[in-house]
């Protein structure tokens, strides 16, 4: 029996279709290059079955396999861009979120200070 990762068990539905495709697209790559299952698994250095289940998309072919498979197509420079930061919507929402929180604190401390300012011009003139 095979030990299997919860994290592959509990996978966004989203990553399984993306890895269902890239698996595919990879399939239709080395089919376009007229090359054997064998063939193509003896270049990447893995048995059939692994190329077999890395065409099917599953999640549990290592990184560096579905790497390779990348590098024979010409592929393997966009890996590179994948998790850029610029790209990262999570940590641009919370960069945003911050700064609007920051935004509200100077108009709350800017306007606290333009009431402490007008308090001290009203008050009277001590005797």
């Known amino acids: 029996m095979t030990k299997t990762s919860s994290a592959l068990n509990q996978m ?28 193509w698994a ?3 250095r893995v048995s059939v079955p692994t190329l077999m289940r890395l065409e099917a998309g599953e999640p549990s072919v290592s990184m560096g396999v579905l790497a390779t498979a990348l590098w ?26 911050q700064a609007e929180a920051l935004g509200q604190a100077r108009v709350r401390a800017a306007a606290k200070t333009k009431l402490s300012r007008q308090a001290k011009e009203i008050k009277p003139a001590g005797p």
Request: no cysteine.
């Open 42 to 44: 003896q270049r990447l």
């Open 72 to 97: 024979m197509i010409g592929r393997d420079a966009a890996l590179a861009t994948l998790a850029t930061p610029k790209e990262d919507r999570g940590a641009l929402e919370l960069d945003v979120r």
């Open 12 to 39: 966004p539905p989203s990553t399984l279709a993306a890895l269902a495709q890239m698996g595919a697209d990879l399939a239709v790559a080395r089919l376009r290059r007229k090359e054997s299952l064998k063939a």
